[in-house]
């Protein structure tokens, strides 16, 4: 009786093994969920229950099997799935096997996330509509996920129900009308914005729009700077580009679409208000934008052989070139090698000096040759202004020298530890005399070397 039975055992593992069963694939995650009624809260809680559940040999899980459709891509038999546990009729979640361009294989209405906030519940869908999950919350303009087929890397081919954080504007999300929610469309979110100044350069072609979410008027093309100049709430931006005859053209793109290549190192943190440290971006690594707040870029670089989301100042991206009938805004440091005069305002009143060594930010330049810094004030920082002929500079590293304004016809470089005078600043260079042969030159340096 014993060899019969151990007969019968091993006849079973030779079984699964031969059909691709995956016998934990099966037999855990259970749906221990008891359902309230509240179909938007049921359907989250139900595919909480499935967290960490993976496939089997070629796409081999319990919910193509429940669908009938076994061994294929499930991330919309896993929503189904989910749907029914939930005790939420077909009438509201239709049974559907794939996304389905709008929507309409769960026959549920769809926003997009450019000017909707979605709600825990919700069904999301990629914009190629490849790929659909469940929203499990919101978070400002990111959201939680629980989807199968996937991986922490949000892959819409993964093998797994995981839960991953996703960038609101990418994507579209389907509202079901749950049992006693309202049939209305949804309300939307007030659009706010914040005026920039910043450049990058493009590292692929991204559609240019003449409005938020206006008609499609071409593209930016990869190679191309842009001046980013005002960030929108809902993942949308304006920017002035290159545009056809050798113009300047102000476009709207989404955030989220565009990759750019980082043209000089810049470094990097793990905060958006850039005060934690943890490396840099390289000469050449290309980025994919995430979003953008007042102070930083949220980013997805290169690190270490992967990516990782990191932020990226906006003062490293060049942001030269506001102007206004009195000054230029700029936005580059020096290191002061001498004893300056600090004052209150433009002729204003004298509150100290800055210091020999102290490394100033300069934010703005006047017609009439007074700058404003940003520079180190007992504990603190301080917004001081200076007579720009007065300050002389330590040179901390190389710098390429002009002998135009343009910085065009180079002529030489400006060498670690020279003192320079500064003499004037246009929206692009500095002129000053350095230290050249045997005697001092006037040279002009750009202000992008001066970071």
Request: charge should be positive.
């Amino acid at each position: 009786m014993k060899k019969i039975t151990s007969l019968f055992l091993a006849l079973i593992m030779v079984l699964s093994v031969s059909t691709g069963m995956a016998t934990t694939a099966f037999a855990a995650y259970e749906n221990t969920y008891k359902n309230t009624g509240n179909q938007r809260t049921d359907i989250v809680q139900v595919a909480k229950t499935q967290l960490g559940y993976t496939e089997g040999k070629n796409n081999n899980t319990k919910y193509g099997a429940w669908y009938g459709l076994n061994y294929n891509p499930w991330c919309a038999m896993f929503v189904s799935w989910c749907a029914r546990q939930a005790g939420i009729p077909t009438s509201v979640i239709k049974n559907s096997a794939c996304a389905g361009a709008g929507s309409s294989y769960f026959n549920i209405p769809y926003y997009n996330g450019s000017n909707y906030t979605p709600k825990s519940g919700d069904i999301f869908f990629t914009k190629d509509w490849s790929h659909v999950g469940i929203v499990y919350y919101t978070d400002g303009n990111y959201f939680y996920t629980i989807e199968g087929n996937s991986n922490n890397n949000g892959s819409a081919e993964g093998y797994c129900v995981c839960t991953n954080r996703r960038y609101i504007p990418n994507f579209y999300f389907g509202v079901p009308n749950y049992k006693g929610s309202s049939t209305t469309a949804p309300s939307t979110t007030k659009v706010t914005s914040f005026s920039t100044n910043f450049k990058l350069l493009a590292a692929n072609y991204v559609t240019a729009y003449n409005g938020m979410n206006g008609s499609n008027i071409g593209r930016i093309y990869s190679g191309d700077t842009i001046n980013v100049i005002t960030i929108y709430s809902n993942g949308w931006a304006a920017a002035k580009c290159s545009w056809t005859g050798g113009t300047i053209k102000t476009v709207y793109f989404r955030v989220g679409d565009l990759k750019f290549k980082c043209t000089k190192y810049i470094n990097a943190y793990s905060d958006a208000n850039a005060i934690n440290y943890i490396g840099r971006a390289y000469i050449g690594d290309i980025c994919t934008l995430k979003s953008v707040n007042s102070k930083t870029l949220y980013c997805a670089c290169p690190w270490n052989g992967g990516t990782k989301s990191i932020y990226l100042k906006l003062s490293d991206f060049n942001t030269t070139s506001v102007t206004s009938n009195n000054y230029i805004s700029v936005n580059f440091y020096l290191k002061a090698a001498n004893y300056v005069n600090a004052y209150s305002s433009v002729n204003g009143s004298k509150i100290g000096r800055i210091y020999t060594g102290d490394k100033i930010q300069i934010t703005k330049i006047y017609k009439n040759n007074w700058a404003e810094c940003r520079c180190p004030w007992g504990n603190s920082t301080k917004t001081v202004y200076f007579k720009v002929t007065e300050l002389k500079f330590k040179c901390t590293k190389y710098i390429n020298a002009y002998s135009d304004a343009n910085a065009i016809n180079y002529i030489g470089r400006a060498y670690t530890g020279d003192i320079c005078t500064l003499k004037s600043v246009n929206s692009k260079t500095l002129y000053c005399a350095c230290p050249w042969g045997s005697g001092s030159k006037n040279v002009y340096l750009k202000l992008s070397d001066m970071k």
